[in-house]
Protein backbone atom coordinates (compact mmCIF):
# COMPACT_ATOMS: atom_id res chain seq x y z
CA UNK A 1 0.00 0.00 0.00
CA UNK A 2 1.35 3.28 -0.81
CA UNK A 3 1.61 5.86 2.05
CA UNK A 4 -1.15 8.29 2.12
CA UNK A 5 0.75 12.21 2.36
CA UNK A 6 -1.11 13.96 4.79
CA UNK A 7 -3.19 11.62 6.44
CA UNK A 8 -5.92 13.48 8.57
CA UNK A 9 -8.12 11.81 11.47
CA UNK A 10 -10.93 13.38 12.24
CA UNK A 11 -12.54 12.22 16.08
CA UNK A 12 -16.19 12.68 16.56
CA UNK A 13 -16.68 13.93 20.55
CA UNK A 14 -19.61 14.22 22.49
CA UNK A 15 -21.60 14.63 25.64
CA UNK A 16 -20.30 11.50 28.00
CA UNK A 17 -17.61 9.93 25.12
CA UNK A 18 -15.50 7.86 26.74
CA UNK A 19 -12.05 9.67 27.33
CA UNK A 20 -9.75 6.43 26.93
CA UNK A 21 -12.04 5.54 23.74
CA UNK A 22 -10.89 8.99 22.09
CA UNK A 23 -7.82 9.95 23.34
CA UNK A 24 -5.90 6.99 22.78
CA UNK A 25 -6.27 6.71 18.50
CA UNK A 26 -5.52 10.68 19.25
CA UNK A 27 -2.53 10.08 21.18
CA UNK A 28 -1.06 7.77 18.93
CA UNK A 29 -1.35 10.52 16.04
CA UNK A 30 -0.09 12.92 18.24
CA UNK A 31 3.05 11.09 18.75
CA UNK A 32 3.07 9.55 15.29
CA UNK A 33 3.21 13.76 14.13
CA UNK A 34 6.96 13.47 15.90
CA UNK A 35 7.92 11.31 12.61
CA UNK A 36 5.93 12.44 9.99
CA UNK A 37 4.49 16.07 11.09
CA UNK A 38 2.25 15.45 7.79
CA UNK A 39 -0.28 13.65 9.81
CA UNK A 40 -2.62 15.35 11.58
CA UNK A 41 -5.62 14.61 13.88
CA UNK A 42 -8.50 17.20 15.06
CA UNK A 43 -11.77 16.69 17.13
CA UNK A 44 -15.00 16.94 15.01
CA UNK A 45 -18.47 17.84 17.06
CA UNK A 46 -21.87 19.19 15.85
CA UNK A 47 -20.73 22.65 16.94
CA UNK A 48 -18.08 24.60 18.60
CA UNK A 49 -19.50 24.60 21.85
CA UNK A 50 -17.23 22.75 24.39
CA UNK A 51 -17.99 18.94 25.12
CA UNK A 52 -18.28 17.82 28.35
CA UNK A 53 -16.95 14.00 27.77
CA UNK A 54 -16.86 11.38 31.18
CA UNK A 55 -16.17 12.06 34.00
CA UNK A 56 -16.72 16.03 33.28
CA UNK A 57 -13.77 16.38 30.80
CA UNK A 58 -14.59 19.12 28.92
CA UNK A 59 -12.95 19.34 25.71
CA UNK A 60 -13.15 22.12 22.87
CA UNK A 61 -13.71 20.44 18.78
CA UNK A 62 -11.93 21.90 16.45
CA UNK A 63 -14.29 21.66 13.98
CA UNK A 64 -18.23 21.35 13.73
CA UNK A 65 -20.75 19.34 11.45
CA UNK A 66 -21.17 22.51 8.93
CA UNK A 67 -17.92 22.91 8.21
CA UNK A 68 -17.26 19.59 6.44
CA UNK A 69 -13.01 19.09 7.65
CA UNK A 70 -11.68 17.09 4.48
CA UNK A 71 -10.11 13.96 6.36
CA UNK A 72 -9.40 10.21 5.30
CA UNK A 73 -10.49 8.69 8.44
CA UNK A 74 -13.77 9.42 10.61
CA UNK A 75 -13.68 7.83 14.03
CA UNK A 76 -16.13 7.71 16.53
CA UNK A 77 -15.78 6.51 20.44
CA UNK A 78 -17.55 4.79 22.48
CA UNK A 79 -18.99 6.03 26.25
CA UNK A 80 -22.07 6.58 28.17
CA UNK A 81 -23.04 8.84 25.28
CA UNK A 82 -24.02 6.49 22.97
CA UNK A 83 -26.61 5.48 24.45
CA UNK A 84 -28.23 8.09 22.30
CA UNK A 85 -25.71 8.90 20.08
CA UNK A 86 -26.99 6.07 18.61
CA UNK A 87 -30.23 7.46 17.31
CA UNK A 88 -28.62 10.64 16.89
CA UNK A 89 -30.33 11.77 12.97
CA UNK A 90 -28.13 14.44 12.50
CA UNK A 91 -24.68 12.62 13.47
CA UNK A 92 -26.27 9.79 10.54
CA UNK A 93 -26.57 12.65 7.81
CA UNK A 94 -23.43 14.03 8.85
CA UNK A 95 -22.10 10.31 7.88
CA UNK A 96 -23.62 9.73 5.25
CA UNK A 97 -22.65 12.99 3.82
CA UNK A 98 -19.06 11.63 4.29
CA UNK A 99 -16.84 10.88 0.84
CA UNK A 100 -16.91 7.28 0.01
CA UNK A 101 -12.92 8.06 0.43
CA UNK A 102 -13.72 8.38 3.74
CA UNK A 103 -13.08 5.80 6.60
CA UNK A 104 -15.54 4.85 8.81
CA UNK A 105 -13.87 3.57 12.48
CA UNK A 106 -14.62 3.21 15.78
CA UNK A 107 -13.73 2.28 18.83
CA UNK A 108 -15.94 0.30 21.53
CA UNK A 109 -19.26 1.12 21.34
CA UNK A 110 -19.07 3.37 18.73
CA UNK A 111 -19.68 0.39 16.14
CA UNK A 112 -23.44 0.82 17.83
CA UNK A 113 -24.31 3.98 15.63
CA UNK A 114 -23.32 2.35 12.49
CA UNK A 115 -24.89 -1.04 13.25
CA UNK A 116 -27.98 0.90 13.79
CA UNK A 117 -27.62 3.18 10.56
CA UNK A 118 -27.80 -0.51 8.34
CA UNK A 119 -24.34 0.17 7.93
CA UNK A 120 -22.54 -3.16 8.84
CA UNK A 121 -25.45 -5.35 7.61
CA UNK A 122 -23.52 -8.66 5.95
CA UNK A 123 -20.62 -7.32 7.76
CA UNK A 124 -17.98 -8.74 10.72
CA UNK A 125 -17.46 -5.59 13.88
CA UNK A 126 -16.66 -6.05 17.42
CA UNK A 127 -17.39 -3.99 20.53
CA UNK A 128 -16.56 -3.70 24.32
CA UNK A 129 -16.82 -7.36 25.42
CA UNK A 130 -15.87 -7.38 29.06
CA UNK A 131 -18.84 -5.91 31.09
CA UNK A 132 -18.95 -3.21 34.20
CA UNK A 133 -21.04 -4.02 36.83
CA UNK A 134 -24.22 -2.81 35.55
CA UNK A 135 -23.44 -4.18 32.25
CA UNK A 136 -23.04 -7.47 33.89
CA UNK A 137 -26.06 -7.36 36.23
CA UNK A 138 -29.63 -8.79 34.78
CA UNK A 139 -30.68 -5.02 34.51
CA UNK A 140 -27.32 -4.74 31.81
CA UNK A 141 -25.96 -6.46 28.98
CA UNK A 142 -22.97 -6.61 27.59
CA UNK A 143 -21.52 -3.95 24.63
CA UNK A 144 -20.89 -6.57 22.17
CA UNK A 145 -24.02 -8.56 22.91
CA UNK A 146 -26.25 -5.14 22.47
CA UNK A 147 -24.40 -4.66 19.32
CA UNK A 148 -26.00 -8.25 18.12
CA UNK A 149 -29.11 -6.67 18.82
CA UNK A 150 -28.75 -3.72 17.14
CA UNK A 151 -27.30 -4.99 14.30
CA UNK A 152 -28.78 -8.44 13.64
CA UNK A 153 -27.45 -8.43 10.28
CA UNK A 154 -23.58 -8.28 11.64
CA UNK A 155 -21.14 -10.89 11.77
CA UNK A 156 -19.80 -10.24 15.61
CA UNK A 157 -16.56 -10.33 15.90
CA UNK A 158 -14.18 -10.83 19.12
CA UNK A 159 -11.28 -9.83 16.99
CA UNK A 160 -9.73 -6.13 18.96
CA UNK A 161 -9.52 -4.78 15.28
CA UNK A 162 -12.29 -6.04 12.54
CA UNK A 163 -11.29 -4.40 8.66
CA UNK A 164 -13.90 -4.26 6.44
CA UNK A 165 -12.39 -2.36 3.99
CA UNK A 166 -13.92 1.23 4.77
CA UNK A 167 -15.16 0.17 8.48
CA UNK A 168 -13.09 -0.73 10.61
CA UNK A 169 -14.25 -1.12 14.16
CA UNK A 170 -12.27 -1.37 17.68
CA UNK A 171 -13.35 -3.38 20.81
CA UNK A 172 -13.18 -2.41 23.78
CA UNK A 173 -12.12 0.74 25.63
CA UNK A 174 -7.83 0.85 25.50
CA UNK A 175 -8.29 -0.87 22.00
CA UNK A 176 -7.96 2.58 20.98
CA UNK A 177 -4.73 2.18 20.87
CA UNK A 178 -4.60 -0.47 18.43
CA UNK A 179 -7.22 1.51 16.02
CA UNK A 180 -4.69 4.56 16.22
CA UNK A 181 -2.14 2.43 14.97
CA UNK A 182 -4.24 0.78 12.62
CA UNK A 183 -4.98 3.71 11.16
CA UNK A 184 -1.15 4.18 10.40
CA UNK A 185 -1.07 1.03 8.87
CA UNK A 186 -3.96 2.00 6.26
CA UNK A 187 -2.60 5.12 5.75
CA UNK A 188 0.17 3.13 4.21
CA UNK A 189 3.16 3.72 6.61
CA UNK A 190 5.24 0.44 7.20
CA UNK A 191 5.71 -2.10 10.17
CA UNK A 192 9.22 -0.05 11.07
CA UNK A 193 7.50 3.18 10.83
CA UNK A 194 4.21 1.79 13.47
CA UNK A 195 6.91 0.07 15.65
CA UNK A 196 8.51 3.22 16.45
CA UNK A 197 5.81 5.08 16.96
CA UNK A 198 5.19 1.93 20.06
CA UNK A 199 8.55 2.31 21.46
CA UNK A 200 8.75 6.38 21.48
CA UNK A 201 5.21 5.85 23.72
CA UNK A 202 6.87 3.18 25.61
CA UNK A 203 4.10 0.16 24.34
CA UNK A 204 5.94 -1.92 22.31
CA UNK A 205 5.22 -5.19 24.38
CA UNK A 206 1.51 -4.49 23.89
CA UNK A 207 1.88 -3.84 20.56
CA UNK A 208 3.61 -6.89 19.90
CA UNK A 209 1.04 -9.19 21.60
CA UNK A 210 -2.09 -7.11 19.93
CA UNK A 211 -0.68 -6.05 16.29
CA UNK A 212 -1.94 -9.72 14.52
CA UNK A 213 -5.31 -8.86 16.87
CA UNK A 214 -7.14 -7.71 13.15
CA UNK A 215 -9.72 -9.59 11.39
CA UNK A 216 -9.90 -8.26 7.74
CA UNK A 217 -13.18 -9.24 5.82
CA UNK A 218 -13.66 -8.29 1.60
CA UNK A 219 -17.14 -9.39 0.37
CA UNK A 220 -16.96 -11.13 -2.27
CA UNK A 221 -17.58 -9.75 -5.83
CA UNK A 222 -20.36 -10.83 -7.95
Known sequence: MSKKQGFRVGVYVFKDAEVVDYAAPYGVFSVARRLDPELDVFLVADSLRPVQTQAGLTVHPNYSFNELPDMDAFLIPGGFGTRQETY??????YIWSLPETTLLTSVCTGSWIYGQMGLLDGLPATSRK???????????????????EIAPACTISRARIVDTGRIIT???IASGMEMGFHLLR?????????SDVARVMEYSEAYNVYKDDIEYYKKAVK
Not at 136 to 144: C, F, H, L, W
Open 130 to 148: EPDRLEASEMGKVPIDRLA
Open 186 to 194: RAGYDEGFI
Open 88 to 93: NKRLHQ
Open 170 to 172: GAG
